[in-house]
């Protein structure tokens, strides 16, 4: 085969992605064909409001508002979408796929729910798909999941995967002041977006999470199984208190394969001991662990987001695929580790189901018997108690106490039982406050 002189490139979207993009090929160019061994062109950009002003235009001849022109046009050997959302990202996918064109995406929303369609689509075009920076930006986690680790089964992959709540969390702990005082902040600086629902609610990182555990435990995961909670509840007493207790609270994503039985996955408020490394991951940065019994414990670590990191996954990507076109070898259209058709499907875990370490804080009237009407109900659904803090209140609410249970492990479907009676009881001035605690499975 004739090696290609010139890789031409589509990219649809030019946001704070595919600005990146245009950006890094500009200025790293030479460096970035020299590796390929050809150079890399913009050749066509997609937007979809052409008269918008941007704070850089790429030339009015490469430019449409049709991004169909693009996963349609025979002279593209590679198409970038990096527009979000998921129709047309979804059509114009499978389209560019179905032509046979390489396909690099950052679109995490589109994968965590069409992924298995368009993982098939990938095969039955023969054409390669990529995705390294739909998930933890540039941590190159997908390409280790999907390369380095393939030798290994793994049970476990966990993490900080979005980093606007990291950010938002890290800033509550080191200042002391309230989630929304924080976020305010947070989008004055741009680490927040102006609608912050996907983030703060748990959404992003469950999209992230399901498209790890499709990944790591080769199965397909629905999203509609992801358990998901935000950080829009976690109030800075809890920080406080928790740190009292050695610990910090991140927005964790666990996935689990369970004995090859079932898969868990969920998005969490969880309390991390101080010792345990991702601990110290603040600020706008992501980790992930992976852990298997030959490998030990991996954290990677990284900036999660961003224009530079996401385009810089991005373009690795591209190298990739490019790479193929330069030696004119035949594309490796397998975006996950394991065929489609070998992909075994396992059942979601429900979170009832699920076992953990759990923080419970009471905030109780301050009456005889209150504590007993507290540890009955843990101790008759065979909750075990590993540490209590009570707390006189002072000030508005100077007849109540605020009670704070570590537990040692427990089903949640026990814990839940336990809540309602001890809610039922009319001993709380507020519902319960309940996060799990993370450590020693995740940390085998
Ligand atoms: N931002 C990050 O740090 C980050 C990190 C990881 C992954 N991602 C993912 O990367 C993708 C892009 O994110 P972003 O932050 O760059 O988004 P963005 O700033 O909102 O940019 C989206 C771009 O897509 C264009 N577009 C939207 N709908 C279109 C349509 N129907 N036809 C043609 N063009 C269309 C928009 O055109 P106009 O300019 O005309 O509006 C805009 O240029 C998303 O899937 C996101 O989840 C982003």
Request: with cysteine.
């Amino acid at each position: 085969m004739i090696a290609k002189r010139e890789i031409r490139v589509g990219l649809i979207g030019f946001g704070v992605v595919g600005r990146g993009v245009a950006r890094l090929l500009a200025t790293n160019g030479p460096l970035y064909a020299a590796r390929i061994g050809a150079p890399v062109t913009l050749a066509k950009v997609a937007v979809r409001d052409l008269t918008k002003l941007r704070p850089v235009t790429p030339d009015p001849s490469m430019l449409t508002d049709d991004p169909f022109s693009i996963v349609n046009d025979p002279t593209i050997d590679i198409v970038i979408e990096v527009m979000g959302g998921e129709e047309p990202a979804r059509s114009l996918i499978l389209a560019a796929l179905a032509n046979g064109k390489g396909v690099v995406t950052a679109n995490k929303a589109l994968l965590a729910i069409h992924g298995e369609e368009i993982y098939a689509a990938a095969e039955a075009g023969n054409a390669p798909l990529r995705f390294e920076a739909a998930v933890g930006g540039v941590i190159p986690i997908v390409r280790t999941l999907n390369g380095a680790f393939a030798a290994n089964k793994i049970d476990t992959v966990y993490g900080i995967v979005n980093g606007t709540c990291n950010y938002i969390l890290s800033r509550m702990a080191e200042e002391g002041l309230g989630f929304e005082e924080i976020l305010k902040d947070a989008q004055a600086l741009g680490y927040a977006e102006a609608d912050p629902t996907f983030d703060v609610e748990g959404i992003d990182a469950a999209h992230k999470m399901a498209i790890l555990a499709a990944l790591a435990f080769e199965t397909p995961v629905d999203f509609n199984s992801v358990h998901m909670e935000g950080i829009t509840r976690v109030s800075a007493l809890d920080i406080r208190t928790a740190a009292q207790l050695g610990y910090v609270i991140k927005l964790i994503g666990v996935a689990r394969r369970h004995n090859d039985t079932a898969v868990e996955v969920r998005v969490t408020p969880s309390l991390v001991p101080e010792w345990m490394p991702i601990a110290s991951v603040n600020g706008a940065l992501n980790a992930i662990e992976v852990s298997g019994p030959d490998i030990g414990d991996n954290l990677l670590v990284g900036p999660g987001a961003g224009q530079g990191p996401t385009a810089s996954a991005v373009l690795g990507d591209v190298a990739v695929i490019a790479r193929t076109i330069v030696d004119g070898a035949p594309p490796t259209p397998r975006p996950m580790n394991v065929p489609v058709a070998l992909r075994r499907p396992l059942p979601a875990l429900p979170l009832e189901k699920i076992e953990s370490r759990y923080y419970l804080r009471f905030d109780t009237y301050d009456r005889p018997g209150v504590m007993a009407q507290l540890t009955r109900p843990l101790g008759d659904h065979g909750i075990s108690i590993a540490s209590m803090m009570q707390k006189e209140k002072v000030g508005k609410r100077a007849d109540g106490a605020s009670v704070v249970v570590v537990t040692h492990w427990a089903m949640e479907s026990d814990l839940r039982a336990a809540l309602a009676e001890i809610e039922g009881a009319d001993i709380l001035h507020c519902p319960t406050v309940v996060m799990r605690i993370i450590g020693d499975e995740e940390d085998e």
